[in-house]
DNA sequence: CCACATTGCAACCGATCGGTACAGAACCTG
DNA sequence: CAGGTTCTGTACCGATCGGTTGCAATGTGG
């Protein structure tokens, strides 16, 4: 929206599309870290150079929170719709299928940008870290209050420590992003998510409403 | 032993231990990362000036990889312990309570210093996050071979894909790591295994010789 | 007590960091 | 086309980066 609404016809108009820019430093960042990538290293990616950054972005610590913000609408958009699978199974399944191939896929750097990008960072950067913490804590949560549903609505056995079921599958998530950053394979992966559904397979209720066994089979 | 063993007995006696300065490099190293580090921070908290760190260890990164090592010696010691444990399952349980006891200590800063230490760097550091890839892998090469073993031995049931499963309690290690770093508490990351222990579970063979049930009710 | 070996320290090195000032190019309105 | 407005590109800013030099300080062996 942005991009061409500050546009009010007077005056030079911009030689870049605002969104392609940004989709190219989160690459930028994505590969090397908030650190890691020097302004240098952005305009060239961006083609554009510092002048033309600072007065869009403001500065580097607001530009990468505006290229996390795009990262999360684009690359990470398939984890709200996991959320809305019919059991509390076919969320966490889908979402740490869905999770591997995302951290994988071949179209973009291996891994997750709001962990290689500032896991911890110099003092003067601190917030980058915090942010991208604060970031990761919000689909902890909204997995956390969507077990508890179905927790309530009985595909988790009774009593289910649904936060830490939660926290499980993030942290297990996580861990797959740190692997994938350093090269692991798509399958590699899927074969570690199976084990991790033998877990959640533990707390399906008696009558367990899908069969889970099917998985370790289609891998 | 080197810390010495450079003394020839002539000339002015070094004023510093080699080994607590890099114990000190390590916290450095391990709260900001190998880019988030500066050569004034590490100097000043180990006590010595640059010309010093220099003639000792060469250069940041030599530096660097001389803590990752010392790291591995002391505050990564336990993994070797684990898996001397008797059965697969034990191995595992003992790993994973370890690792959070380990990632969530009072007296050293949260999280890994092998992932926290530069997941991902600027191009001319990149050598540093392939150290630390590689470092990691060495601890699941040599869990995979353990549950190797204890799947000939019998603890494990037949046909068990220890690779996989290997791979599985190493990236949740790893996640374990992450969520530290970011403040999670040592019984919040405890809850968190006791989820994954379920899944290991599923593996043990028919007549299970442990009592996995156990754990859930220590927590 | 002297010659020598080694360390500690301050000051400095070129390069690069994130961030800017300024001049000219490119567009709209009138 | 003139005037106003906005963007682009170059060249530069002070600060800090990792790394180094030269010398005074401090110790040992003869």
Redesign the pocket.
Known sequence: MSSTA???????????AEDEALDRAIRVFWEHGY?G??????TAAM??????????FG???E?FKRAVARYRDTYVAYAAGTLEEPTAYAVIESYLRAAVDALTGSDHPPGCLTIQGGLSC?PSNSGISEHLAGFRAVFEGELAQRLARAEKEGDLAPGTDTAALARFVVTLGQGLAVHAAAGAGREDLQAAVDVALRAVAAYLPSGSPVTPAAETAEA
Do not use: H, Q
């Not at 990538?37 to 952005?42: E, P, R, V, Y």
């Open positions: 500050s546009y009010r016809g007077r005056g030079r108009p911009r030689a870049f650190e990538a020097s302004l240098s290293d952005l083609g554009i150079n510092k002048p033309s950054l600072y007065i869009v500065s580097k610590e530009l110099a």
